[in-house]
């Protein structure tokens, strides 16, 4: 089954506490990006990925970072979370980055930082 | 700033009843596609859209995109408790995906 697979779906850390959210889809597609959904604000896109090793920022890239080293696999990174990361967050993929591909989006993973 | 303008924010309606969902734009869209989210799940892909003029349909929801490309409406037919959700828009301003907007959802609720 084509999916993207996102892990963990739940997560309550603290402050400063470094994570990865981990994010796998199964369509060999290469591109995938990271969305933080927030009431009021929609889905705003954080970072984005065209193919392996090849990175860029979205509208909200500060505090995150990623790395595209296999094809299948983009993971977040939150270096130093803070309270104001506490969102919902979303991988998608697509075939290839270029308007008319349907963009997959994974499950989301609800991340809270107290 | 919202660069997607979608109306209303919120909609209840009765069940059987039609509804529409708009979603605007300051600027010409390369791709408009819509997506349907339950409350704190995934987004499941309902249409995409790409010519002016296009419309496209599925089941009881039918999708339209005007000539210019800047406003694209969502009308569902006959609505039932199932279609109860946030409906998403979402457009490629860019032309290669790196650019995507998304509207800030418009939650319908269908009562029985």
């Known amino acids: 089954e084509a999916q993207v697979t996102q892990n963990p779906r739940y997560l309550i850390t603290v402050t400063g506490k470094k994570l990865t959210v981990t994010c796998s889809q199964n369509m060999n597609h290469e591109y995938m990006s990271w969305y933080r959904q927030d009431p009021g604000l929609g889905l705003r896109q954080i970072y984005y990925s065209m193919n392996v090793e090849v990175t860029d920022k979205g509208d909200v890239p500060e505090g995150y970072k990623v790395s595209r080293k296999e094809k299948r696999n983009f993971p977040l990174i939150l270096e130093s979370p803070s309270p104001n990361q506490t969102s919902l967050y979303f991988c998608?993929?697509?075939?290839?980055?270029?308007?008319?591909?349907?963009?997959?989006f994974g499950e989301g993973s609800w991340l809270t930082v107290v | 700033s919202q660069e997607l303008e979608q109306s209303p924010q919120s909609l209840i309606v009765q069940e059987g009843k039609n509804l529409t969902i708009n979603c605007t734009s300051s600027k010409t869209l390369y791709g408009l596609y819509w997506y349907k989210q339950k409350y704190g799940e995934g987004l499941i892909f309902l249409m995409m859209?790409?010519?002016?003029?296009e419309e496209k349909s599925h089941e009881k929801i039918t999708a339209k995109l005007d000539e210019k490309k800047q406003q694209s409406s969502l009308h569902i037919t006959a609505s039932q408790p199932s279609h109860a959700g946030i409906y998403l828009c979402g457009a490629d301003n860019s032309g290669n995906n790196n650019d995507m907007r998304f509207g800030a959802g418009t939650r319908l609720t269908v009562k029985p």
């Open positions: 998608a993929s697509s075939l290839f980055g270029g308007s008319g591909n349907t963009i997959y």
């Open positions: 859209l790409q010519k002016g003029g």
